[in-house]
């Protein structure tokens, strides 16, 4: 089990940048791969960013690739979200995601979650 604790949401404008935390803690810390999801009303979940914990592979969709940076600090046991360039459409309630290290990132699941944290982004 690990529990999970996003913050640094808020409202920004187009252009702007902003950095999302997610603060992990529980059994088997270093055993898991980190990964962030965002979610608008009316639209499924969708799949932002991910990280291997201890290899330091990362894997960005396409959309947000080039804008967005996910980093881990293992010391500090958070991993981050930095997020560039930010467009109205990023507008979303950003999730923080954990699962047991697998050998491959992109097919990684993940089976923890944390509460999500708001970012909107206007024009």
């Known amino acids: 089990q690990v529990h999970l604790v996003e913050s640094g949401g808020g409202l920004v404008q187009s252009g702007d940048s902003l950095r999302l935390s997610c603060a992990a803690s529980?059994?088997?810390?270093?055993?898991?791969?980190m990964g962030w999801f965002r979610r608008t009303p009316g639209k499924e979940r969708e799949f932002v960013a991910a990280i291997n914990w201890s290899g330091g592979s990362t894997n960005y969709a396409d959309s947000v690739k080039g804008r967005f940076s996910v980093s881990r600090d293992n010391a500090k046991k958070t991993v981050y979200l930095q997020m560039n360039s930010l467009k109205p459409e990023d507008t979303a309630v950003y999730y923080c995601?954990?699962?047991?290290?697998?050998?491959?990132?992109?097919?990684?699941?993940?089976?923890?979650w944390g509460q999500g944290t708001q970012v909107t982004v206007s024009s």
């Open positions: 529980g059994r088997a810390f270093s055993s898991y791969a």
């Open positions: 995601a954990a699962g047991l290290l697998e050998p491959e990132l992109v097919t990684q699941r993940f089976d923890y």
